[in-house]
């Protein structure tokens, strides 16, 4: 079993390589065509989707052509599948997005879709193994975040990472009945 946490090519079935971005629980990996169903069935869970800014259901061929679309990404998106390293299971999604090639900054979205995986550190693991990624690769060097004001265990985890808020959007989303704030984190590769 591969022990270091660099970014490792690693066989898969039917004899073909694929590169991932190891962290010490979770791979990030490029999407495949085999996600699409998970990737929908998340997609239009409320649970799921409470804290992401999608409102709608998604009709499985919406899935499919933003899958394509994450599969040829342009310049400013990385979009990635989340797997448990343990067992390679497909456990939820990250992109890196709106990326600006000259200030080095990015936001980032990230979730994990698989009930079975919540509260277990994978998400944790994964946003760390994104932003070590997104810094030592990609040589961004300040990373963002939007998070619901309400969602307490996103703003702990990141918090916990070194994540600082930066500021509040006050009323900027309607859910379930009422406006929510948003609340901006971001981390430095470096402190300034």
Known sequence: MRTDRDLSPEPREMGRRRF???????????FEREDAERCYRWMNDPNVVRTLKSRYPIAFQNEIEWLDRAMHPSQNERHFAIERRDDRTHIGNASIHDIDWISRTGWFGLFIGDPTAWNRGFGGDAISTLIRFAFD?????????????????????????????????????????SYHDIVIYSIFREKP
Do not use: C, P, Q
């Open 137 to 177: 690769e990609m040589n961004l060097v300040k990373m963002r975040i939007n998070i619901f004001d309400y969602n307490e265990r996103a703003k702990h985890v990141l918090e916990e990472r070194g994540f600082v808020s930066e500021g509040t959007l006050a009323r900027d989303f309607y859910r379930e009945g």
């Open 20 to 30: 991932m971005i190891a962290g010490e629980h979770v791979i990030l990996r490029a």
